[in-house]
């Protein structure tokens, strides 16, 4: 089974969504709680500080995931380099993708990105997997210079995940990939990436991040490149 990486900030009283533990419970979980102490304080200071606090609250979360029906564990780690020990981790345990929270209910359409240079089988096989058996619809959205350049791309995914008995839909625009998904994103309840994705290299880590999650308001799974993923 995939496995996904969930950072949390769980000291500042981060969460995962009912619907988000609910839409993961096909895939094994491994939440990151992590704490980045004040630059006077170190890692080692922090822990020994809030270490109990921070274990505490995991638990409650795994639980809660198990709850649902999926599988999860925990890491807890206390960094001054959030970035790094994400990217560090994601490879430790293998992780297919790494899922920025957000807060959702049910979720029942998916927005999937298949633009600019990203291993669009990789997304395919993590959505399937992801939706499994369940009534949970999927568009398919390619991004270009031209709209009719995504739409030969766009089939061939839509043919491959409707033979699995996925209800799917393709949606082909031009211009930005950012523009194109807050442009699309009404009506679906999660987002998937690829790692790639034009303009949104720093989807996880930098300030595009806080733009996505304003405007989509639901999670944002990541598909790591394959490169990525076994880049040791």
Not at 57 to 67: P, T, W, Y
Not at 130 to 139: M, N
Not at 156 to 170: F, H, K, P, Q, Y
């Amino acid at each position: 089974m995939l496995r996904v990486l969930v950072p949390l900030a769980v000291l500042k009283g981060e969460t995962v969504s009912p619907g988000l533990m609910k839409l993961l419970s096909t895939l094994d979980v491994t939440v990151l709680g992590y704490y980045v102490p004040p630059d006077q304080t170190s890692a080692e200071q922090a822990r020994n500080q809030f270490g109990e606090r921070a274990k505490s609250s995991l638990d409650d979360i795994v639980q809660e995931f198990q709850q649902t029906g999926g599988d999860a564990d925990y890491h807890l780690v206390f960094t001054h380099d959030r970035q790094q020990t994400i990217h560090r981790v994601a490879e430790e345990i293998d992780a297919r993708a790494i899922v920025t929270t957000g807060a959702t209910g049910n979720v029942d359409r998916l927005l999937v990105s298949l633009s600019g240079n990203v291993d669009v089988e990789r997304i395919l096989s993590f959505v399937s997997e992801l939706v499994a058996e369940r009534e949970i619809g999927v568009t398919l959205l390619a991004v270009s210079s031209r709209a009719e350049d995504g739409e030969s791309r766009l089939k061939n995914a839509a043919s491959r995940l409707s033979s699995e008995g996925l209800d799917v839909e393709t949606v082909a625009k031009a211009g930005s990939a950012f523009d194109a998904i807050t442009g699309t994103i009404e009506g679906h309840d999660a987002v998937v990436l690829g790692e790639k994705a034009p303009s949104l290299t720093s989807l996880i880590f930098g300030d595009e991040t806080d733009r996505i999650a304003s405007t989509t308001v639901g999670p944002v799974l990541v598909v790591r490149s394959k490169r990525t993923a076994h880049s040791r």
